[in-house]
C-alpha cells in the first residue's frame, strides 16, 4: 500500500500497473453481490486493483440500492421525508453548517430542500430537491476551498491540502468533517 500511496503522489509506474489483470471483474462484482467477504475486503483495502470505471459503476448501484432501501427513489414514493434548510447567500457556509452539521446521516441520504435567501435578505424564488440542493452544494464546497477561509492551501501544482493554520478556528475540526460530509452528497447527487 505504501508503494501505490506514493506512486500516487509521483508516478513512477506506468498506467494500469496497479490493476490486477487476473481478476474476472464480472465474477467479482457478481460475489460481491452475494455478499462474500473476501472481494468486500480486497475492494475495501486495494480498491486500486479494480479499474476506475468499475469501481464507479459499483458506487452508483451501491447508492441506487441504498436509495430503494430508503424508499427514495423516485418510483418508491412521491413525497419523501425532507429536511427544508434556510441558507443566505452570503453566509452559504455558515447557515449550512449550522443546519446540517448535526443532521443524522440518515437525515442527509433523505431529500433535502433549500431556501436561499439573496443579499437584501429576500426570498429567492424556487425551491426544489434537486437543482437547488446541487447548486447549494457546489457553492458550498467552492467557498469551503477558498483559500481566504484557510481550511486548505494549494499547491504551486493548484492541488489543495489541510491549511496546517486551519486550527485558528474554534471550529476547523467540525468544519473538515462537514466539508467531507457535503462531498459525499455532492457524488451522491452526481450519481443521480
Known amino acids: ?6 506512486d500516487c503522489r509521483r508516478n513512477y509506474t506506468p498506467t494500469g500497473h496497479w490493476l490486477i489483470k487476473e481478476i474476472k471483474v464480472s465474477s467479482f ?14 475492494l475495501q483495502t486495494m480498491p486500486h486493483i479494480i479499474p476506475h470505471e468499475d469501481r464507479v459503476r459499483l458506487f452508483r448501484k451501491h447508492i441506487n440500492n441504498e436509495k430503494t432501501v430508503l424508499g427514495l427513489t423516485e418510483s418508491a414514493c412521491a413525497s ?29 441520504k433523505g431529500v ?18 434537486d437543482g437547488v440542493f446541487k447548486e447549494f452544494l457546489e457553492e458550498s464546497i467552492k467557498r ?3 483559500p481566504a477561509l484557510n481550511l486548505f492551501k494549494a499547491t504551486s501544482e493548484e492541488r489543495l491540502y489541510p491549511s496546517p493554520t486551519s486550527n485558528m478556528q474554534d471550529n476547523h475540526l467540525q ?4 466539508v467531507g460530509r457535503m462531498l459525499g452528497e455532492l457524488l451522491i447527487t452526481i450519481v443521480e
Open 112 to 129: 433535502i430542500r433549500v431556501r436561499f435567501i439573496n443579499e437584501q435578505g429576500l426570498d429567492e424564488a424556487g425551491i426544489d430537491q
Open 29 to 42: 462484482i457478481a460475489d460481491l453481490e452475494k455478499g462474500r467477504r473476501a472481494p468486500q475486503l480486497l
Open 144 to 146: 469551503v476551498f477558498d
Open 80 to 108: 419523501p421525508q425532507s429536511t427544508l434548510i434556510t441558507v443566505h447567500r452570503n453566509r452559504i457556509v455558515e447557515d449550512g453548517y449550522r443546519q446540517l452539521a448535526l443532521l443524522p446521516s440518515q437525515a442527509l
Open 175 to 178: 468544519l473538515f468533517e462537514f
Open 1 to 6: 500500500m505504501l508503494l501505490y500511496k506514493r
